[in-house]
């Protein structure tokens, strides 16, 4: 389970995160929603330790990760999947899926469960990254972040320019993925999106930020009801 407590950070001096605090449990997706410029990516940064913060708490199953570097946060059991993929894309697919496992000691295999979840990633193993659609490239971000075998899958934005049909697998491979992880054992995601319908669709329990505060958070049966789509409209 992973607990952010009373987040503060702070680019320069403006106060980006102002006391930010939520929840992620295994079995289940939790969506943080809110518009351009709330602090989206800047909380998921926070949480990987690529930026530094002024204050707060940070736990992942029980240990504190706020002394963490970002790889000790990957080997922790989180996997990141970038706003805008950041895939090699000199590099092949399964290329890329390597450097999804460099926590893990050299011997240890890619998942062929990633095949299964992706099939197109068997068909283009051999290509180059940046020879693929931007929805196969989504889509080898979050295996590369799979690799390792996280016990936290948290996204950013994954269907910014994606198309229909491969947002609707990405959601379908979400689902399953909090229930059973790679083999079985629930898995907790974190999906920071702008897109409404993909979010509601998914939020086991949601979040909505404003001017780096959450000002909004429920189960997702009550996003409805609580007129969610109002607070992230642009
Ligand atoms: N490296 C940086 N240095 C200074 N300010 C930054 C930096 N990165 C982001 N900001 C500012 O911090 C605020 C929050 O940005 P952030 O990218 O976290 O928002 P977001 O909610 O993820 O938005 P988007 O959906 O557009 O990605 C914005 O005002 C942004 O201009």
Do not use: C
Not at 12 to 17: E, M, Q, T, W
Not at 61 to 78: C, E, F, K, N
Not at 187 to 193: D, H, K, S, T, Y
């Amino acid at each position: 389970m992973l607990i952010i407590e009373q987040l503060h950070q702070y680019y320069s001096g403006a106060h980006i995160l102002r006391g930010v605090s939520l929840q992620a449990r295994r079995g289940e997706i939790t969506v943080v929603l809110g518009r351009n410029g709330v602090g989206k990516t800047t909380l998921l940064k926070s949480l990987m330790g690529l930026v530094p913060i002024r204050s707060g708490r940070i736990e992942f199953d029980g240990h504190s990760l706020v002394q963490a570097t970002p790889y000790q946060r990957a080997r922790a059991g989180i996997g990141y999947v970038p706003q805008g993929r950041e895939i090699f894309s000199r590099l092949t697919v399964q290329e890329n899926l390597l450097m999804g496992l460099a926590t893990k000691s050299a011997k240890t295999p890619i998942p062929p469960v990633l095949f299964e979840l992706f099939p197109v990633l068997a068909q283009m193993s051999g290509r180059r990254g940046g020879d693929l659609s931007g929805g196969q490239q989504q889509q080898l971000a979050i295996a590369r972040a799979l690799a390792a075998a996280p016990g936290l899958l948290v996204l950013d934005e994954p269907t910014e320019g994606i198309q229909p049909n491969i947002i609707k697998d990405i959601g379908r491979v979400l689902q399953h993925l909090a229930k059973n992880g790679l083999d079985g054992q629930p898995m907790a995601i974190l999906l920071v999106e702008q897109y409404y319908d993909f979010a509601a669709a998914l939020a086991s329990q949601f979040v909505v930020m404003q001017r780096g505060e959450v000002v909004a958070q429920g189960s997702g049966e009550e996003m409805e009801m609580a007129n969610i789509s109002k607070l992230v409209a642009i």
